[in-house]
């Protein structure tokens, strides 16, 4: 029966698409029009709403009613919102029926004394009551999953019973944990034991997998990751690559973690100083034009700050729906060459000071100050690169196309692959409303209504590799072995090549480690198949390839399997592996108490809950195990991490 199942294995990716599009179930969109928006868009179902019966915009009579749930009437695209409403006289069941106007007529009821509401003379206005939604165990998991690298059984415990806002406020007013200063505690804890100071990207790769797993400012790494994929630094380039570069990698990822909850003008001027982003993206040495000696500024770092840190490619809306000319009806861009060309005028003088260790500085001489037209606006000339760009970064967070470019960015590492453009439309006013506060834009991302509805289309996405290993190191309380820190890599037990690199032969995701500047995958990849037929995306899918999805289930199958203590005791343990504690389903499988293995186990990778056809597949790999062997634990656990249910975050 065991090996029956590894064939259920080896069509994981597939099943993970065509689950979805098999639970798929028609959107509706939400109100859009003004007070109505407002009343009705922004809540949790259920919610209670105070509906008063209005005639000629008079008040005749209000009910207190409960939304319940939200339908649609496929054939007529009216939305409806269904629920019972409550007077003294009479209890009514009552659906409504969306008006042009934006009010919401009843055409249905249980009791004919609502019918006079549905004449012509008559409408209703919504108006909502706050009923703030308080976590249970499912919706603590499931905010868990956006906003840490994987929940605790310890977190979400403490996290049941509070609403969205409370956790989020509190993740940030928690201190950041810097990399820079990790980074140099585990060289010094290695000079100290060889006598050399040496520089190591193993050092890099220690500190960051030691806060991902263990930091309490979860949220705030959780989202300088994210940032790490929009305004990407590689290692990858020849002018990072190397172990004396680590330090300066470090110091880069600080900044986003610095600015993880700041002001997203402050982090691009911070990106825009930093000598790792310079020689990324050659800006660094950028002289001005002379064309008599065809000398000509580099427009790498001009284009990309437009096209992939701020604007994106094309106008949009609030909603995220591209802006088309009236006349030829194809897309606006939302910059131009000449834009490009000007902009790496601006970008000229700045040169490395000190390496990656401390920020650029501009020489004057260097640096074109005559005037210049960036994005229909005028640069007067004769003004420091500094003043210059403090222009440009204004102009940029003010435009709608940033607010709509950074807040989808956000809201799909997080959240869903395919959001809700209302959603869209929310968070993005919220970062132009307070110009690009990014503790706001967080804020707004996790507290929505959209992230705790059930659609799978509208909350979900693929697990990326490195998050399906940070959230099955943090569900099973992983503990380095007692001598860590050790020089070489120990976050997965593998040498940094060998756990990073595709020729390793495990997976090729790791911070600061993309392919290019365009990110580990295109942001809008759709496979092909089920998700592309509909119109839906799949980022993350980009990296489930037919090699890499072998090497990340062998990946998960090792670590499952030999790196794990059945106590929670990792003394004597080697120094260089992440152990797995399974003491708390040791007793369980011992006893063979099946129910509650398997309950626990939901709880520990589910959100509390299993899919009847997962737990029919996990207990008869259960069933097929002798108990008297702990060992054959880990296969009950290599098929829940490697199931759909788990590599998809919903």
């Given at each position: 029966?065991?090996f ?12 993970l ?24 868009n922004?809540?949790y179902f ?20 409960q ?9 007529a ?6 629920g ?16 042009t ?24 206005s ?9 976590l ?6 499931r905010?868990l ?20 806002e409370?956790?989020?406020?509190a993740?940030?007013?928690i201190s ?36 991902a ?10 989202v ?8 990407v630094v590689?290692?990858n ?6 172990d ?10 600080d900044?986003?973690?610095?600015h ?14 930093s ?5 990324f ?11 008599e000696n065809?000398?000509?500024p580099?427009?790498n ?9 701020s ?13 088309k000319?009236?006349?030829t ?18 970008f ?16 004057a ?15 007067p ?26 807040s ?14 209302h ?17 706001a834009?967080?804020t ?7 992230p ?5 289309i509208?909350v979900s ?9 940070t ?10 072995g007692?001598s860590y ?6 976050s997965?037990?593998y040498g940094?090549?060998?756990q ?20 580990f ?5 759709a ?14 899918f980009?990296l ?21 203590t ?7 343990l ?7 504690d399974y ?5 369980l ?5 099946k ?20 737990e029919?597949?996990?207990?008869d ?8 062997n702990?060992d054959?634990?880990?296969k009950v656990?290599w098929m ?7 590599q998809?975050q919903?």
């Amino acid at each position: 029966m065991f090996f029956k199942n590894l064939c259920f294995l080896k069509k994981a990716i597939v099943i993970l698409l065509s689950q979805i599009i098999a639970t798929y179930a028609y959107a509706v969109d939400l109100i859009d029009n003004g007070s109505v928006q407002k009343a009705v868009n922004y809540t949790y179902f259920p919610y209670t709403v105070e509906v008063t019966v209005l005639n000629s915009n008079t008040p005749v009579e209000t009910f207190e009613c409960q939304i319940t749930k939200r339908s649609h009437n496929r054939a007529a695209q009216w939305p409806y919102r269904i629920g019972q409403c409550v007077n003294t006289n009479s209890t009514e069941v009552v659906v409504g029926q969306l008006q042009t106007d934006g009010t919401i007529v009843p055409i249905k009821s249980k009791t004919d004394n609502v019918l006079w509401a549905a004449s012509s003379d008559y409408s209703l206005s919504f108006e909502r009551i706050d009923t703030p939604l308080v976590l249970d165990f499912h919706n603590a998991s499931r905010l868990l999953e956006r906003g840490t690298f994987g929940p605790t059984l310890t977190d979400i415990n403490a996290t049941v019973g509070l609403t969205p806002e409370q956790w989020v406020e509190a993740q940030l007013a928690i201190s950041p944990s810097y990399h820079l200063e990790e980074y140099l505690r585990i060289q010094e804890i290695r000079a100290s034991e060889n006598g050399s100071s040496q520089e190591h990207r193993n050092y890099r790769s220690n500190a960051w997998w030691g806060i991902a797993l263990n930091s309490e400012d979860q949220l705030r790494q959780r989202v300088a990751f994210a940032l790490s994929q929009l305004v990407v630094v590689s290692q990858n380039d020849a002018g990072l690559s190397g172990d004396d570069r680590a330090k300066g990698l470090a110091i880069y990822y600080d900044i986003l973690v610095e600015h993880a909850f700041g002001n997203y003008k402050d982090l691009i001027r911070d990106v825009t100083y930093s000598p790792a982003m310079g020689r990324f993206l050659t800006m660094a040495g950028n002289l001005p034009p002379d064309p008599e000696n065809n000398q000509y500024p580099d427009e790498n770092y001009a284009r990309e700050l437009l096209q992939l840190f701020s604007l994106g490619e094309w106008k949009v809306n609030y909603k995220g729906v591209i802006r088309k000319d009236k006349e030829t009806q194809q897309p606006i861009p939302a910059y131009t060459e000449e834009d490009v060309l000007e902009l790496a005028r601006l970008f000229t003088g700045w040169d490395e000071d000190n390496g990656l260790l401390s920020p650029m500085v501009v020489t004057a001489s260097n640096h074109d100050s005559e005037p210049k037209r960036i994005l229909g606006r005028s640069f007067p000339g004769n003004e420091t690169a500094k003043e210059e760009l403090e222009r440009l970064l204004d102009i940029l967070v003010s435009r709608r196309e940033t607010a709509v470019f950074v807040s989808t960015h956000l809201i799909k590492q997080l959240v869903t692959s395919n959001p809700d453009k209302h959603y869209v439309e929310r968070v993005a006013r919220t970062f132009n409303q307070t110009q690009g506060d990014l503790a706001a834009v967080v804020t707004a991302i996790l507290t929505d209504p959209q992230p705790y509805e059930s659609n799978p289309i509208t909350v979900s996405k693929a697990r990326e590799p490195i998050i399906t290993m940070t959230a099955l190191y943090r569900a099973f309380g992983s503990q380095m072995g007692d001598s860590y820190p050790h020089h070489r890599d120990t976050s997965l037990g593998y040498g940094y090549d060998a756990q990073y690199s595709p020729e390793g032969h495990r997976f090729s995701q790791g911070p600061l480690s993309a392919p290019s500047v365009f990110n580990f995958f295109p942001a809008n990849f759709a496979p092909s198949g089920p998700l592309e037929d509909n119109g839906l995306i799949g980022p993350e899918f980009a990296l489930y390839t037919s090699a890499e999805i072998p090497h990340l289930s062998n990946l998960v199958f090792r670590k499952l399997k030999d790196d794990n203590t059945l106590t929670g005791d990792v003394a004597g343990l080697a120094d260089n592996r992440l152990f797995l504690d399974y003491s708390t389903f040791t007793g369980l499988w011992t006893t063979d108490d099946k129910a509650n293995f398997l309950a626990l186990l939901a709880d520990t990778l589910f959100d509390g809950s299993l899919s009847p056809q997962l737990e029919q597949r996990l207990g008869d790999v259960y069933d097929d195990m002798p108990k008297g062997n702990h060992d054959n634990m880990y296969k009950v656990f290599w098929m829940a991490a490697m199931s759909p249910e788990f590599q998809i975050q919903e």
